[in-house]
C-alpha cells in the first residue's frame, strides 16, 4: 500500500511569512495526526482527526496555527504568522487502528524560520 | 505527561546487545516502540498492551511492567541496520487513542 505522502519536504521562510503543509493518509484510515518534532526531540502531537472531525487540538497554538482536514481525506496544517520558535519537523500520521497496528508515519515537512 | 527514555544515546559494535527503557509516571495502557533513521520518517516496532506478553521479532523484542508503568526494548546481536533513534510512545488509557512519545535514545551501531 502507498504510504503517507507529504508535501513539501522542506520549506525556508521569514518570521511572521505564513506556510502550509500538506498531508494525504493512508487510504481507508479514518484517524490522523499532525505532530511537530523539534531537533533532538520527541514528536509533539498538534492535533488528531477522526474522519473530518477535530478529536484533540488542546494542544494546537490557535492563535497563529490552523488544520482542516476535508471530506476525512486530506489534510492542510498552516502557521500564520510563523516565528523563529516553528523551525521543526512536522509529521503528518495515520491509523486505521492504532492500538493495535501503530501509527504510519510520513516523511515530514522541515520548516526553517529565519 | 512524556515518558523518560535511557538511556541518551548508546554505541555498540555490531553484535552487542543493548536495552532502552521508557518509563512513566502516569498509569499506562499501551506502549508504541519505533526507529527513526535521520532525515526518515519515524518506523513502527510494536505494541505492547496492558496485560498483554512480551512481544518480540528475531532480534528486537520488548516487555512491558505495569507494575512500575516501564517499558523495555531489547536488541540482540545488533546489526548496522539497527542504528537510528528509537521512540517509545504511551497512551494512558483516557481521552482518544493519541500518543505521548520520549525524547527518543540515539542508536549507533558501528562495525
Known amino acids: 500500500e502507498a504510504g503517507v505522502a507529504q508535501s513539501p519536504r522542506y520549506k525556508i521562510i521569514e518570521k511572521r511569512q505564513s506556510v502550509a503543509f500538506w498531508c494525504n493518509p493512508i487510504s481507508g484510515h479514518a484517524t490522523l495526526y499532525w505532530y511537530q518534532q523539534i531537533l533532538g526531540q520527541g514528536p509533539k502531537l498538534l492535533i488528531q482527526?477522526?474522519?473530518?472531525?477535530?478529536?484533540?487540538d488542546s494542544q494546537l497554538p490557535k492563535d497563529r496555527f490552523s488544520a482542516e482536514r476535508l471530506k476525512g481525506v486530506d489534510s492542510t496544517l498552516k502557521i500564520q504568522p510563523a516565528k523563529l520558535e516553528d523551525s521543526a519537523v512536522y509529521l503528518c500520521a495515520s491509523s486505521l487502528d492504532a492500538s493495535l497496528r501503530g501509527y504510519t508515519f510520513g516523511s515530514g515537512t522541515r520548516l526553517t524560520v529565519v | 505527561q512524556q515518558p523518560v527514555q535511557s538511556p541518551q544515546a548508546v554505541i555498540l559494535r555490531e553484535g552487542e546487545d543493548a536495552v532502552i527503557n521508557c518509563s512513566s509516571s502516569k498509569a499506562l495502557y499501551s506502549v508504541h516502540w519505533y526507529r527513526q533513521k535521520h532525515g526518515e520518517a519515524p518506523v513502527f516496532l510494536m505494541i505492547?498492551?496492558?496485560?498483554?506478553e512480551q512481544k518480540g521479532h528475531e532480534k528486537i523484542s520488548a516487555s512491558f511492567n505495569e507494575k512500575k508503568q516501564q517499558s523495555s526494548l531489547y536488541l540482540t546481536a545488533s546489526q548496522l541496520s539497527y542504528s537510528g533513534t528509537y521512540f517509545c510512545g504511551t497512551y494512558s488509557g483516557a481521552g482518544s487513542y493519541q500518543l505521548t512519545f520520549g525524547k527518543g535514545t540515539k542508536l549507533s551501531v558501528i562495525p
Open positions: 505492547l498492551l496492558k496485560g498483554g
Open positions: 482527526f477522526q474522519n473530518n472531525g477535530v478529536v484533540d
